[in-house]
Every structure is written in C-alpha cells, then in structure tokens.
C-alpha cells in the first residue's frame, strides 16, 4: 500500500519560476495538508483540505496555491519562486470523521527537497 | 498562539539504554493533543505517540512512553532499550481540539538523537 505519494523528490529552481509539487494518497482520507519544514526548525502548515472542493489557508500561505478536485489528490502550486520558498515540503493525509476530535493520526509522504536559486 | 519548546538539540544514547527527550509547551487551553513524531533519514514524519490532556493515564507504546504533567505544561518522551533504528529527529506537536479554523500542528525544533552501538 502506497499511503501518501510525493513527487519529485527533489527540484531546484530558478528565482521567478513555477512550479507544481504534487500529492496523492490511497487511504480514502477525507482531510489533506502541506507543511513546509526550514532548516532546524519545525513543520509549518501552509494550506489544508477538509474534502474535495475545499481548501483553506494556514500559517504560511503567501506565495502557494492549491486545489483539492479529487479525494486523492491534493497539488501545492508555487508562483514565481523565490529563495524564501527553499525548504522541504510535506504533504499529510488524515481520516477525521464529521464531528469527531483532531487526534487523528497523520500520515505523511517522504517530501519533497526544493532549493531556489 | 501556543508554542512548544524543545530546549535539547541533539541527544545521544548507548544501546538499550533509557534516554528522555524533554518537550514543554505553552497554552491557554484546557484541553488539546499532544504528540511525538520521529523523523528518520528517510525524511518521512511517522507517529510515535500521542496524548489527549483529559487523559491523566500517561499514554504508552511498547519502548515509548510519555510523562505528561499538565500543570508543568510538560510532555517528555521516554525510549526504553533503545535501538539503532531509533536514531531520528524527533519533533513534539501540539493540536488545538478547535475542530475547524485551526488545524494546524504547532512542532517544536526537533531533538536529534544518536544511538551509540
């Protein structure tokens, strides 16, 4: 079983550049998240979905975008790259049913290593 | 905003020793999650263990284990007969119960740990 799928593994980019990290997973989970994580430091939530056709924001959304049209994926788009942008970036799956509580586990991919240059 | 500080950047363990990560964390809530992750080489972030405040059983998963003091705002992770596939960055989470507006994991910095053979 896949789980959480991400690609690429790694991606250098040029400052002004786009680009589009991309996530999929395979356990039917209703939530999905990207965080970004800066050297020696913690992870950082950038955007969530609660379910197809939804997203929202999170701590960090300046310069990303997303969109969730099916369950199973959930792509990060970067717009014109900057080096502030240079981090590792996760992508999360959770199942959390309609009221239940938010100690869910999550499950995540294996990054993504991006460097802007 | 809650914080959560992990004051030990790197610890160091001899095999099948017993080694402590400290986590604290900072809240006005009265009731929310906390969790550790591991972070191998391998990048992906894996659940190791987690509490729910209400609870004032420490909670338990085979060598890991937790001594949460709520008063303290304290959450440390205990690694019994450590092993080499221990060998991490560890990272403390804190989640709101907040089910929608606030669905971010708020991590410290990580402790890096080395287990010697």
């Known amino acids: 079983n896949a789980g959480v799928t991400q690609t690429p593994k790694f991606r250098i980019l040029k400052i002004g550049q786009s680009m589009t990290l991309q996530c999929t997973q395979d356990m039917n989970h209703n939530y999905m998240y990207w965080y970004r994580q800066d050297p020696g430091m913690g992870l950082k939530l950038i955007y969530y979905s609660v379910g197809a056709g939804i997203t929202d924001k999170g701590e960090v959304p300046n310069g990303y975008n997303v969109s969730r049209s099916t369950t199973e994926d959930f792509p990060l788009r970067l717009e014109l790259a900057a080096p502030s942008q240079t981090s590792v970036y996760f992508c999360?799956?959770?199942?959390?049913?309609?009221?239940?509580?938010?100690?869910?586990?999550?499950?995540f991919g294996s990054g993504t290593q991006l460097s802007v240059l | 905003a809650q914080t959560v500080t992990q004051s030990q950047p790197e610890m160091s363990v001899q095999e099948a020793e017993t080694v402590t990560l400290s986590c604290t964390y900072d809240t006005s809530e009265s009731d929310y999650y906390l969790f550790w992750y591991k972070q191998p080489p391998s990048r992906q972030m894996i659940l190791v263990i987690r509490q729910e405040a209400y609870k004032q059983q420490n909670a338990t998963e085979n060598r890991f284990s937790v001594n949460f003091q709520k008063a303290a705002k304290s959450f440390s992770l205990k690694i019994s007969d450590s092993q080499l596939g221990d060998a991490a960055m560890y990272f403390c989470a804190y989640r709101s119960p907040i089910l929608f507006g606030n669905e971010k994991l708020t991590f410290g910095t990580g402790t890096r740990l080395t287990i010697i053979p």
């Open positions: 999360a799956s959770s199942y959390r049913p309609g009221q239940g509580p938010t100690n869910e586990k999550l499950f």
